[in-house]
């Protein structure tokens, strides 16, 4: 119970992202509610996106994101809401810091690797697929990547390997602009087809590995 409380509490401090502070009105370096001038840290709704959470623009094509952007913003925003920096101030602004670098970690995940980044997108037009779907999908990409598969295991010489890694690099590329592709119309089922076939090149690769 009183978990629930101290949630309950920290729920009430939800803010929308802005790029003033809500306390002291001085420009924010980043959209999250933390600043540092006044020392008021708050909390964002779940509801939220990861595209907006680090300030990456969601649109025309939310899956066409500039990784440096990305990364560059990342770095920003988790420097603002540091546990470590916070816990000073006192128990409240360590857990809302907490609270708030974990929903810029995971942002960061979601968006860093097109995989996740697809996942989400469609999760977001309740298409996002299931963890034990993609085997039985696409039967066609399914059996190249066990054959694949097979002659990784029949340790081949490292000129096959790179070979197969090559030939691998060359489809995850063009099913990932092909992804890109089909957020661009957007064509949420091709979208999706496209998620799962790169699931399985993805699956490739980390046996070559
Ligand atoms: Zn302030």
């Not at 809500?22 to 999250?32: F, V």
């Not at 094509?61 to 101030?89: G, I, Y």
């Not at 340790?155 to 092909?178: C, F, G, Q, V, Y």
């Amino acid at each position: 119970p009183a978990l629930a409380l101290s949630a309950r509490r920290l729920q009430s401090t939800t803010t929308s992202l802005s790029s003033t502070c809500p306390s002291c009105g001085r420009p924010l370096p980043t959209r999250l509610p933390s600043c540092t001038n006044c020392w008021t840290i708050g909390d964002v709704s779940p509801s939220e996106r990861c595209h907006d959470i680090l300030s990456v623009p969601s649109g025309p094509n939310p899956f066409r994101v500039d990784t440096k952007e990305l990364r560059r913003n990342f770095l920003k925003a988790q420097q603002t809401c540091h546990p470590d920096m916070w816990s000073a101030r006192g128990e409240k602004e360590r857990q809302l810091a907490e609270r708030l670098s974990s929903r810029v970690n995971d942002a960061y995940k979601t968006l860093q690797e097109p995989i996740p980044r697809a996942q989400y997108l469609l999760e977001a037009q309740g298409m996002g697929i299931q963890e034990e779907e993609p085997p039985l999908e696409d039967l066609e990409a399914l059996s190249e990547v066990m054959e694949t598969m097979e002659e990784i295991d029949t340790s081949p010489d490292k000129a096959t390997l790179e070979n197969i890694k090559h030939h691998n690099d060359a489809r995850m590329n063009e099913t990932i602009a092909d992804l890109e592709g089909a957020f661009e119309v957007p064509d949420y089922s091709k979208a999706k087809s496209e998620l799962i076939r790169l699931i399985y090149w993805d699956r490739i690769d980390k046996g070559i590995k």
